[in-house]
C-alpha cells in the first residue's frame, strides 16, 4: 500500500467509525466487516485455535465498540484495534477459564475427537499438525505477539510498538530475541512428530 | 489473503517482506531462511462464513458506547454549573451514614460543653485559660473530626465499590473533592453552632479578632488535616490517611514540649501563625495530588476496561 493510499483509507476509516457512532448500523456493518477477518486470523496466529478466535475476536469487536467513544482521534485505528484484540487475547490467557479448559481438554485428548462440526474438526487438525503454529505456541505469548504482528500482519516496528505500547527498541529486540528462538527450536529437534510434508496439509 | 472454500486452506504468504525484514532485525545466516519458511506455511485461516454478520447484529443490540453515562448526564443538571456542583455533593451525601453524622455532632457537642465550661470559669476568675488558649479543646476536635471524615468518606477504596463508584459520570477527582468538601461542610456547620453557643455565653470579640480566630485557629487546621487526610487515602489506604493525619496533628499540638513557640498547646495562636503558611502550601499540593490521583485511578481502570 502506497502513502496516498493509506492516507484514503484511514480517512476512509474515520469517516465510517464517526458514522458507526452516531448510530448507523450500516457503517457499524462495515466496521466489522472491514476488519472481522483480520481480527480474527490475528487471533489465529497468535492462539492457534479456530474456536478460540471465533470468541475472542467477538469479544474484541464488543471492546471496540464500548471503547470507540473514548478512543483519541489523532490515534491510528489499525493499531488500536489490533492492540484491543491482543488484550483480549492476553486477558484471555490470564484467566481462570484459560487454565482450566485448557487443563480439562488436556485430559480428554488433544487429537479433536468429538468435534460436533466436522470442518472446525479438520481446521483444528490443521493448526495442530502445523509445525509454524507448533513453533509459535512454543514462543511466549509477548514474543509471538511481535512476530505476528510483524511477519503475517505486516505492521511497522513503529506500529507494533504503538500497539503493544511498548519502546521501539523493545519491538526490535523482542522481534530479534523470538527469531533466534526460532531458528534454535528448528534446529534442535525440539517439535517432535513434525515433518515438512506435514504442513498445511489434512491428515 | 487467498480465498478458499476451505476455512483454513491454503499457506500463508508472508507479506512482510522477508529480506528487507531480515536486515531490519540484523538477522545473518541461511537458518533464519528456514524460519521463515516454516512460518510461511501456517495454514491461512479464514472465519467462518457469517460470522461478522452475527457480531454486527449482536453488536447492534448493546448499548450504544457513551450511552450509560450519556443517559445519567440527561438526567440530571448541565455539568459545571451550579446545580450540577450541588447535585454532585447531594449524590455524595449518600456515602455518608447516620452514625457519621451524628458521632461528629456528639464529639462536636462534648467538645463545645468543655470547652464553654473552661471558658465561663476562666471567665469567673476560677482558672486561668492562657495557658491552654481559647480555642480548645474545640479547636483540636474540629479537625480530628475532619481528618476522620475524609478517610472514612473514602472507606470504599478498600472494599470494591469504588470500581463502580468511577464508572458514575462524575470525574473521580470530582467525586473525591465532593466528600471532602461535604466533611468541611459539615465541620463547618458544627463548629457555627458552637460559636453561636460559646458566644452567647462568653464576652464577645471584636469581628476581626472573631475573623482571625477563626481562620488560624480552626479553619486552617480543619483544611489542612482534611487535605492530607485525602490525599493519603487515596495514595495508600484510608487507615494510613488516617494515621498519618492524626500523627501530624498530635506532633503539632505537642511539639511545644520539645520545642519552645512551635507546639499548639502551649500558645496556639502564635505558634499556629508560625507554621500556618507551610501548612496551607502542603494542604494545596496535598489537595492537587488527591485529584492527579484519582483521575489517574480512572484512566487506568478504563484502560483495562475498554482496551
Excluded at chain 2, 489517574?296 to 478504563?302: I, K
Amino acid at each position: 500500500m502506497t502513502g496516498r493510499e493509506r492516507d484514503e483509507s484511514v480517512a476512509d476509516e474515520d469517516r465510517i467509525l464517526a458514522a458507526a457512532l452516531s448510530g448507523d448500523k450500516t457503517a457499524l456493518s462495515e466496521l466489522v466487516g472491514r476488519n472481522y477477518g483480520r481480527v480474527f486470523r490475528y487471533l489465529v496466529r497468535l492462539g492457534g485455535d479456530y474456536h478460540l478466535a471465533q470468541d475472542l475476536a467477538q469479544e474484541t469487536f464488543y471492546r471496540v465498540w464500548q471503547g470507540l467513544c473514548g478512543r483519541r482521534e489523532t490515534a491510528p485505528f489499525r493499531p488500536w484495534l489490533y492492540r484491543i484484540a491482543h488484550n483480549v487475547f492476553i486477558d484471555h490467557v490470564r484467566s481462570w477459564h484459560s487454565r482450566n479448559v485448557v487443563a480439562a481438554s488436556g485430559l480428554a485428548g488433544e487429537d479433536g475427537e468429538g468435534e460436533a462440526d466436522p470442518v472446525v474438526s479438520i481446521v483444528s487438525r490443521r493448526l495442530e499438525r502445523s509445525q509454524a503454529a507448533a513453533l509459535l505456541r512454543k514462543l511466549s505469548p509477548d514474543h509471538r505477539a511481535v512476530v505476528v504482528l510483524r511477519f503475517y500482519e505486516d505492521l511497522t516496528l513503529g506500529e507494533i510498538a504503538e500497539t503493544l505500547e511498548l519502546p521501539l527498541g523493545t519491538v526490535k529486540s523482542r522481534l530479534h530475541y523470538a527469531f533466534r528462538e526460532l531458528k534454535d527450536l528448528l534446529a534442535s529437534d525440539e517439535l517432535p512428530g513434525f515433518r515438512e510434508s506435514d504442513d498445511g496439509r489434512d491428515g | 489473503m487467498p480465498k478458499t472454500g476451505h476455512p483454513c486452506g491454503g499457506r500463508e504468504r508472508h507479506p512482510a517482506p522477508w529480506p528487507a525484514m531480515r536486515e531490519e532485525l540484523g538477522l545473518e545466516g541461511r537458518d533464519f531462511d528456514a524460519v521463515a519458511a516454516v512460518l510461511a506455511a501456517l495454514p491461512s485461516c479464514e472465519p467462518p462464513p457469517g460470522a461478522a454478520e452475527t457480531t454486527v447484529e449482536w453488536l447492534a443490540s448493546v448499548p450504544r458506547p457513551g450511552a450509560f453515562r450519556r443517559r445519567l448526564l440527561a438526567a440530571g443538571p448541565r455539568p459545571g454549573g451550579l446545580w450540577w456542583t450541588l447535585a454532585v455533593l447531594r449524590s455524595q451525601t449518600r456515602v455518608f451514614s447516620f452514625g457519621f453524622w451524628a458521632a461528629a455532632a456528639l464529639v462536636s457537642l462534648i467538645a463545645t460543653l468543655v470547652t464553654l465550661y473552661l471558658r465561663l470559669a476562666a471567665l469567673s476568675g476560677r482558672i486561668d485559660l492562657t495557658a491552654f488558649g481559647l480555642a480548645l479543646p474545640f479547636g483540636i476536635i474540629s479537625p480530628v473530626i475532619a481528618a476522620l471524615g475524609v478517610s472514612y468518606a473514602l472507606r470504599s477504596l478498600e472494599n470494591g465499590p469504588w470500581e463502580v463508584e468511577l464508572s458514575c459520570p462524575i470525574t473521580p477527582a470530582g467525586m473525591a473533592m465532593g466528600r471532602f468538601v461535604i466533611v468541611l461542610a459539615y465541620v463547618t456547620g458544627l463548629s457555627l453552632v458552637a460559636a453561636l453557643v460559646m458566644g452567647g455565653r462568653t464576652q464577645p470579640l471584636a469581628g476581626t479578632e472573631i475573623l482571625t480566630a477563626v481562620v488560624t485557629t480552626w479553619l486552617a487546621p480543619v483544611l489542612f488535616l482534611g487535605a492530607v487526610s485525602l490525599y493519603a487515602s487515596l495514595r495508600f489506604s484510608p487507615l494510613t490517611g488516617t494515621v498519618v493525619s492524626l500523627g501530624l496533628w498530635a506532633a503539632l499540638l505537642t511539639a511545644g514540649h520539645y520545642r519552645p513557640g512551635v507546639g499548639l498547646v502551649a500558645d496556639p495562636g502564635q505558634a499556629w501563625l508560625s507554621v500556618m503558611p507551610a501548612a496551607m502550601l502542603l494542604a494545596t499540593v496535598a489537595l492537587l495530588l488527591a485529584a492527579s490521583r484519582a483521575a489517574g485511578q480512572a484512566a487506568e481502570r478504563a484502560g483495562r476496561a475498554a482496551a
